[in-house]
Structure formats: structure tokens, C-alpha cells
């Protein structure tokens, strides 16, 4: 059963996650509106490009095609919120264009900082076996935390100002949900016998359907179909 698991979940992930980022391009494209929280983005484009090139993992095919894929689809989420992500900040927090490409320059120079310097950094720790990217996939674990937090927050603070549900949808919730909590982050939960693994999962989780109920109710308020709407 775990060995079926184990080979279930990063399968389950990938296919879950590119989901989410196929529908977050289509919906960033179709609303004019980007559709991944800012530093969200800035730290999964360089964990992809990271993980993908500089340090990928060597013993897994398959990985290194879904995180190759990623990266594609980065690249076009990333095209989406240069074009469409100045409106958005001078909508939510009166910054101009020019102070946003800031942001967003500092935002890819850190999180390129981070995923560059997070392997030397853990290596001499035991847990990760002195391989980059075990140490890739607790960067990731921690990653979408903050990712899940800041998703919740780019609801709030765009239902303040216009549409919350503008770049976004119910699949992209539900696929996020699934990518991380219920697969990989099982996952690496039943390996760590100290529980801070089941700690950022359980968190991950819980800010997850979080979302995934406002943004529900959001749409079916609107009168549109949350399982229609991709």
C-alpha cells in the first residue's frame, strides 16, 4: 500500500498541479488579470527553472519531465502577469507600473537567491542524504504554504477593489488542493517521524480549502457554475 502510494503521489501531483497551471494561464489570458499571487509565482519560477536545469533530479525521468513542463507553463503565467499585473497592484495597493516591474525584478533576484543557496545550505543536514533536490522537495512543501496563504489574501484584497474572481476558478482551487496536501505532502508526512512535515501540510490543507470554499461561493454567488467555470 505505501509503495503504491509512493509511486501514486508524485504522479498525482504533477498531473493535479499542471492542471492547476493550465487553467491559471487560461484564466490570466481570458480575464486580463494575473492569475498567481506575485511572490508566488517569482518563487515557483525559480524553483522550476532550478530544479529543472541546475540541479535536476538524476533519478527520475519522469520528474525531470513534469518539472521541465512546469517551467513551460511557467513561462506563460509569467508573460500574463508582466502584462497585466501593473493594472492589478495600482487597483489593490496604488503602486505604478514602474514601482511593480520593481517589485517583480526583486521578487525573481531573491527567490533565485533562495532556491540557488537552499542545497549547500541543508546538505549537511542527514534528513536530506546529501541529495539537492529531497532538499528541492521540502523547499517546495515550504513554498506552497506561503503560496496557499497568499492565494487566500489575493482573494480578499481583490474583493475589495474589483472581481476576486477575476483570474480565477474553482479547478484551480480544487487541482491546487490535490497537488499538494492530499499527494506529496501525505506523502513526505509519513516519512518525517518529528512532525514539522505534518505541521506545513496540515497548514497547506487547511488554507487550501479555504480557498477553495470562498472562491465556490464567490462564483455561485455571481450565479455562474464553479464546476463549468474553468
Not at 537552499?118 to 541529495?131: K, L
Request: hydrophobic share 50%; aromatic share 16%.
Amino acid at each position: 500500500m505505501i509503495m503504491n502510494f509512493t509511486t501514486f503521489a508524485p504522479l498525482a501531483s504533477g498531473v493535479a498541479w499542471k492542471t492547476t497551471y493550465l487553467a491559471i494561464v487560461y484564466r490570466t489570458f481570458k480575464d486580463k488579470m494575473p492569475g498567481m499571487p506575485l511572490a508566488a509565482l517569482c518563487l515557483n519560477f525559480a524553483w522550476e527553472i532550478t530544479y529543472s536545469v541546475i540541479y535536476p533530479p538524476a533519478s527520475s525521468v519522469i520528474l525531470n519531465i513534469i518539472n521541465a513542463v512546469w517551467m513551460v507553463l511557467d513561462v506563460l503565467i509569467v508573460i500574463g502577469t508582466l502584462l497585466y499585473g501593473s493594472k492589478d497592484f495600482q487597483q489593490r495597493f496604488g503602486i505604478n507600473h514602474n514601482i511593480f516591474y520593481m517589485i517583480f525584478a526583486m521578487g525573481i533576484i531573491a527567490s533565485f537567491g533562495i532556491m540557488l543557496s537552499g542545497p549547500s545550505f541543508f546538505d549537511s543536514m542527514t534528513i536530506f542524504h546529501h541529495d539537492s533536490f529531497e532538499v528541492a522537495k521540502f523547499i517546495a512543501l515550504v513554498q506552497n504554504l506561503v503560496m496557499s496563504i497568499l492565494f487566500v489574501s489575493q482573494f480578499y484584497s481583490r474583493k475589495k477593489v474589483s472581481n476576486p474572481i477575476a483570474g480565477q476558478s474553482f479547478i484551480i482551487a480544487f487541482f491546487k488542493w490535490v497537488g499538494t496536501p492530499m499527494t506529496v505532502g501525505l506523502l513526505q508526512t509519513m516519512s518525517d517521524p518529528t512532525g514539522f512535515i505534518g505541521v506545513i501540510v496540515g497548514l497547506t490543507f487547511v488554507c487550501d480549502t479555504w480557498y477553495m470554499i470562498v472562491i465556490y461561493q464567490e462564483i455561485k454567488s455571481q450565479k455562474l457554475s464553479p464546476l463549468k467555470r474553468i
